[in-house]
Each structure stands twice: as structure tokens, then as C-alpha cells.
């Protein structure tokens, strides 16, 4: 169930073309339009208003969960926009909403701007695959047309994990199991351990949040599954840095052995406005762990991975500032866009 005014509003989702809503109160509804928030031209929305938007969404376990902890992130199927990922959070003592709109369909690899080498990553038939980059860069949906081109082509079972669910599969050639936090697990640690009990081929992790996860995890990359996850982090080097950086001491070096021969690659990615301003365009960074990626995370010395993606263009790797360069060149982002973005901005200025 929801209200008649929020109804209303996720009916004009598609109107807009918007990616999220946002709804604050004092402030008219929102809408995020190729990553630039539009303001709507209406009243402004009181808390009471939101609350009872909120009030709508939720059952009775969601209710007492968001009143425990103040923060909650659950997903709604809705009759005109689809399915709404819907976020809670409380300011000045009243609950505010962010709403993402997750989409119907599966894009395919060319209308997402994902790199071919992608697809190989998505064919090992173990190892670690990361999906990292900052919040509304698109990660969980390069996780999901990973899941869709597996569950395309093999013949094996999926299980997911995910807070929330945001796009549903439909079995293919594989068996897909999808499980939401709060719905029917009630905790990524948890599910990580139990999934394990499942005869799983593919492990899809929504998010890696902490040490727990990430040891579980990659135990379970190294004894023949492939796990695919999503982390939060800018850069290739900065997400390896962070998964060794939550383990100290002998813990630490186990992770980095671990992580050396488990992983498979990591794509960094960020969404950027395009030239035109009508969309936004995929920039990423590639990295796949060949014998040199190895050594250096089993020495530690993220800060030369640089370089190794720089001299691993022939098996696919693609450097962040490159990628932004080769976007600027077919006038798919601006000089400013590109510059800015940059690791090294000098670089791309002495080439343009």
C-alpha cells in the first residue's frame, strides 16, 4: 500500500526519466535527473506528510526495526514505476525518504559502456570479482548484468544476498535463488555462512561491510566458487587497501595471502554527465589479477598497481585516467568533466 500523493509521485518517475526521488521535508519532492537534482514545482512536503508516505510502505517488522535504529533500506514493487528501492532515515525527528528506481529490463553490455574483458571475469568458474566505486556510480547494476550473463550461460545455481533485492531474475539456464536482508535473512554475515550450506556455483554479495564478510567471503572464492561483490571505494588500489585495512596483525597477512590467490579482477567505476548534459556516461578502471597482480598484493604494495594496469592494456586492464581521456576524445564527456575526474590531471591536459 502507499498514499495517493506518493502514488502520484512514482507515477511521475517516468515522465521525468529520474533515477531517484527524494523526499525532504520543507522541501518540494525531488527528483534526480541524469545525476543533477531537479526540484519539483510544487508545495513544499511537511514531516507529517513523509511520515505517513513512510507509514504506507512498511509492515509491522519494518516499522519497529526503523524505530529501533532510525535508518532503513527496504524494496517496494510498485504498479507504475516497477520495483523502488526505499531508503529511511530520520532529520529533526522526522522520517525522510530516498527512493532509487531500479529499472525493468537488463541493459546490455554496449547501452552500459562496460568493457568486453568484463564478460571473461563473469566466465571464471571461481575466484573474487569486485564491483567498486562511490554511491549512484551504478554498481549494483553491473552486478546484476553480471548475474544475468551467467544466468544466461551456465548451467549452475545463483545465490544472491542483497539489501535490498533491486532487480528480480528469472531462472535461464541457471537456478536463481535471491534472498533480501530483513526478508528472508537477517544479516549478510549470517546468509555469507549459510550459503555456503546451499550447493551454490555463484555467490552475488550486495555489499562487503566488514571484516566478517569479507574473511567469509573470500573463503568461500577460494574453495571453488565465484563470488561477486560490491564494495565502496574510488579506485582499484583503494578497495584492495581497504579489505586488507579492516584485519590487523596475523589476520592481516592470512587476508592478503587470501586475496592474492583468490581474487579475479575488480572494476572501478563512476557514472559522469555527458557532454550533452541529456545522460551520463560509464568511466572505469579495470584490473585483472594476473600472475604481476599477485605478487604485488601478496607483497603489499598496492600503490605499484598503477603501473601493472598501465602495461596490462593487451588483457584488458584499462587505467581510470585513460578511460577518461578515451571518453573526452569521442566527445562523450567534456575537457572540464575528464580533468576533473582525474587521478593525474596533467596527463590528460598534455594530451588534449
Given amino acids: 500500500m502507499s498514499t495517493p500523493n506518493l502514488d502520484r509521485l512514482l507515477s511521475a518517475v517516468n515522465e521525468f ?63 507504475v514505476a516497477g520495483r523502488v528501492r526505499v531508503t529511511f532515515y530520520r532529520r529533526n525527528g522526522f522520517t525522510e525518504m530516498s527512493l532509487r528506481f531500479c ?17 571473461d571475469l563473469a566466465r571464471k568458474p571461481n575466484g573474487l570479482v569486485l564491483i567498486t566505486g562511490p554511491t549512484g556510480a551504478g554498481k549494483t547494476t553491473t552486478l546484476n548484468y553480471l548475474v544475468n550473463l551467467i544466468n544466461a550461460e551456465r548451467r549452475c545455481k545463483i545465490v544472491t544476498i542483497e539489501d535490498p533485492i533491486e532487480f528480480v531474475h528469472q531462472n535461464k539456464r541457471a537456478i536463481v535463488v535471491q534472498q533480501e536482508v530483513l526478508t528472508d535473512v537477517h544479516s549478510f554475515n549470517r546468509a555469507l555462512i549459510h550459503v555456503l550450506r546451499q550447493d551454490p556455483d555463484v555467490i552475488v554479495v550486495g555489499e562487503m561491510r566488514d571484516h566478517e564478510a569479507i574473511a567469509t567471503a573470500l573463503t568461500a572464492a577460494e574453495t571453488g566458487h565465484l563470488v561477486l561483490a560490491t564494495m565502496h571505494s574510488p579506485n582499484v588500489s583503494h578497495a584492495l587497501e ?32 555527458a557532454a550533452d548534459r541529456t545522460r551520463r556516461v560509464l568511466a572505469y578502471e579495470l584490473l585483472m589479477a594476473n600472475g604481476a597482480v599477485r605478487n604485488l598484493i601478496r607483497e603489499n604494495h598496492m600503490h605499484q ?48
Avoid at 44 to 65: C, F, R, T, V, Y
Avoid at 330 to 336: A, N, Q, R, T
Fill in 17 to 79: 526519466d529520474a533515477s531517484d526521488l527524494h523526499l525532504v521535508a520543507g522541501v518540494p519532492p525531488a527528483f534526480r535527473v541524469n545525476g543533477e537534482i531537479i526540484i519539483a514545482d510544487e508545495d513544499a512536503l511537511s514531516g507529517p506528510e513523509i511520515a505517513a508516505m513512510a507509514d504506507s510502505l512498511l509492515n509491522e517488522l519494518q516499522k519497529k526495526k526503523l524505530e529501533q535504529e532510525w535508518e532503513l533500506c527496504i524494496s517496494v514493487l510498485h504498479s
Fill in 103 to 119: 529499472g525493468e529490463r537488463i541493459e546490455s553490455r554496449e547501452e552500459l559502456g562496460l568493457p568486453k574483458a568484463l564478460d
Fill in 242 to 273: 581497504r579489505i586488507i585495512g579492516v584485519f590487523e596483525g596475523n589476520a592481516q597477512r592470512q587476508i592478503i595471502l587470501q586475496l592474492a590467490n583468490a581474487l579475479q579482477g575488480i572494476i572501478s567505476q563512476d557514472l559522469l554527465p
Fill in 305 to 352: 598497481l598503477e603501473n601493472t594496469i598501465q602495461t596490462g592494456r593487451k588483457e584488458g586492464m584499462v587505467l581510470m585516467d585513460n578511460c577518461l581521456y578515451d571518453l573526452y576524445c569521442k566527445c562523450l564527456i567534456s575537457y572540464d568533466t575528464a580533468v576533473s575526474r582525474a587521478s593525474h590531471p596533467d596527463r590528460i591536459r598534455r594530451n588534449a
